[in-house]
Every structure is written in C-alpha cells, then in structure tokens.
C-alpha cells in the first residue's frame, strides 16, 4: 500500500484528485489494502461518481465485514439515482451473507429483475446459497438451487460443501462433492473440502481414502499463505510457516498473544483444525494458522 500512497500524493500534487477514472482506481486500491476509511475519504470528496465509484465502496465495506455501511451505501446510491449493475449486487448480497441478513438478502436478489431489470447470474446465485448456508438454512439452500433457471455451477455446489462442513452435514456434503467432481473431475478444491467434512466428523477413514484419490490422481492444491507488509517490504507465510528469518520471534510473541487472549477468556474452537492430532498440537496449528 506504501507504493499506492505515493502514488496518491503525487496525483494530488499534480491536480488530478478529482479525476473520477484516478479516484475510483484509489477506492479500489486502499479498499483491497485493508484501508477501508482512506478509500471512503476518495469517495467523499468526489464530486462527480458514477457506477463503479458507488460500487468500489460498496464492495470494499462488504469485503472488511462493515454490511451495515454497504447496504447504506447500496440505499444511498439508489436516492442518487445511480442505476446499480450486476456487480453491485454481488457486493451488496455478500453484505447481507455476512452478518446473516436473509430476509433483506431474499429482498435484494428478488429485487434485482423486479426492479432493475437485471437477470441474476450464478454468481448471485452463489451469494444466495452462500447467505442460507451460514445461517445453517442447508435445506433451503438446496432448495434454491433446484429452483434454478439454470444447473448450478461447481461455485454454487462448493458454496454449499463449504456450509455442509460448518453444520456438519455430511450426506448433503457428498452431494454437493459429486456434483462438482461431475464438473470438475480434477479440481482437487472439491476433494480437500470433503475430506475437511469427514475429518470435523471424526471420520479419519474416509479422510485417508480421499487423501489417497488425491495423490493417484497427482492433484495438489496450492497451500494457502497470506502477506504482510512492513516498511515496504512484503512478507510471505504458510500455515506453521519456519523459514522466515524471524521465527522464532514471530512465533514467541505469538505464544505471548495467546496466553493474554487465554486469560481474557478466550477458548480455542479446535474443531476447526482437522487434523487427527493430540488437543494441544490442535490449539498450535490453530495459532499459526
């Protein structure tokens, strides 16, 4: 983000702060960097926003878990007159999905052809499974995709696999597996989500079966790492991550955050690592995860 900053002050310093192709690239960039308030400041200055502009915001308040600002923004763009588009609604459907928002979701959507003319498309769809699946609707879920226009896509069915193994349903977890491996036969997504199903079941058997389809069919997932950036210089990290030159600092301060968080009454929720593995080694992977 240091990088876009300067970019920032050079435009400004160069006249074009009110350039509305210039500011709704900002909004984009200091949403998708985590700075959420300096994005909402290009967007208050505007004097001229389009679309995208009211869209950009809606997205990135949508993205950082703020769904109360996202649907006032949505409400807002709306009095403006400003038509919304098809990625609008995808943000402001997430909004709603999460923080459990169904009836308003179930408004929004019906709302999209209703009122604007606009025809869903599966990733609206997704967005409805995936609102009904956090809220534990997994029945209703199924539902809605069975009243589809159109055959769910293998986005919508892992959306819904992805609920199945937050509620533990596993006959409707299969389901929705072999409906994606009928699509995609060698995405291992799929595979690795059914197996973190049987694994939160206990079913270690079933684990090690679809851990070996795995490797006779020679799919691997990408291992999932995330960046931090510090004066300027980006920082990568896997999951129990040791090859950064500070680890073991990195790992003792985060020895030290736990047990602060411990004494404030924090209780780890080890169902979520799933892994066949002694309660203690459970709260260590979910600490460096």
Known sequence: MGN???IHGRLLKEGFELNQCICNALISMYSRCGNIESAFQVFDQMEDRNVISWTSMI????KHGFAARALEMFRKMLEKG??????TFVAVLSACSHVGMISKG???????YEVHGIIPRMEHNACMVDLLGRSGLLVEAMEFINSMPVMADALVWQTLLGA??????TELGKHAAEMILEQEPDDPAAYILLSNLHASAGQWRDVAKIRNSLKKRNLIKEAGHSWNEVKNMVHRFHVGDTSHPHAQEIYRELD????????MG????????LQDVEEEQKEQFLFQH
């Open 164 to 169: 199945c193994r937050v509620h533990g349903n």
């Open 59 to 62: 997205t990135g308040f949508a």
């Open 256 to 263: 030290q955050l736990a047990a602060k968080m411990k004494e």
């Open 82 to 87: 400003t038509k919304p588009n098809e990625i």
């Open 266 to 273: 924090y209780i780890p929720d080890t169902d979520f690592v």
């Open 106 to 112: 179930w408004k929004h959507f019906n709302s999209m």
């Open 4 to 6: 876009g900053e300067q």
